[in-house]
């Protein structure tokens, strides 16, 4: 089955500053990927997703995410973050024509001013 | 953009009552609904799969009993935990997909908080 890794619980940037936040994942062939955020106590907003093509994904919000095969990576940039970015960030893998969608365990912004 | 709505936002009700959560999504049909558990500072959990007309397909060590789903339309999707304890409480979150697969992608309810006394 599929899965997927944040590694990193908990970042902190500066207002202004460029954000990458890392996503692994692991399956057999080529997965669907998406990054969702989720402010407290709120459900979860798609920021984009990767299906096939462009391995440069844009989504809303100035959010970009780039797919390596080669790293079974997904990692999501920002290059200036903004204030109102901080919040919960969850990169999710599915495999193709799968209802089973798997999110990794999050990664908490906080921006500072 | 597609809208889910989920009712109750927030709910505290005493142990041994049994919670209804509602599911809709508001301006697209719903072929698939999935209802999520979330605990505090941890990611979401799926706990169950539903298609319109037919019985949920739950996760491994899901109680089927327990936390019973109803997809009776395409717009509505119910959850109800049965006979609730306090280890019952959570985030619960919903989502709605107008598809079968990840090419129609998953709309999610804004979750509800569910406090059992």
């Known amino acids: 089955a599929q899965s997927v890794t944040q590694p990193d619980i908990h970042i902190t940037v500066s207002e202004g500053a460029s954000l990458e936040l890392r996503c692994n994942y692991s399956y057999g062939a080529t997965p669907y990927l998406f990054w969702y955020v989720q402010s407290p106590g709120q459900g979860l907003q798609l920021l984009l997703k990767y299906f096939s093509g462009d391995t440069l994904v844009q989504g809303i919000k100035g959010f970009e995410a780039e797919f390596k095969r080669s790293q079974s990576s997904f990692n999501l940039r920002k290059p200036s973050v903004h204030w109102s970015d901080a919040a919960e960030y969850f990169c999710a893998v599915a495999a193709y024509n799968n209802n089973d969608m798997r999110f990794g365990a999050g990664t908490r912004l906080t921006v500072k001013p | 953009g597609a809208v889910v709505s989920q009712h109750p936002s927030w709910v505290i009700c005493k142990s041994g009552t049994s919670v209804k959560i509602e599911c809709r999504s508001l301006?697209?049909?719903?072929?698939?609904m999935f209802w999520y558990r979330q605990f505090p500072k941890q990611s979401l959990m799926l706990m169950a799969t539903s298609n319109e007309g037919s019985k949920a397909t739950y996760e491994q060590g899901v109680e089927k009993d327990k936390f019973l789903i109803n997809h009776a339309s395409l717009t509505l999707s119910t959850l109800t935990v049965t006979s609730a304890h306090p280890e019952d409480s959570s985030f619960y979150i919903c989502s709605a997909s107008p598809g079968q697969s990840f090419n129609q992608p998953q709309h999610f309810g804004d979750g509800t908080r569910l406090s059992i006394l």
């Open positions: 301006d697209f049909q719903a072929t698939t």
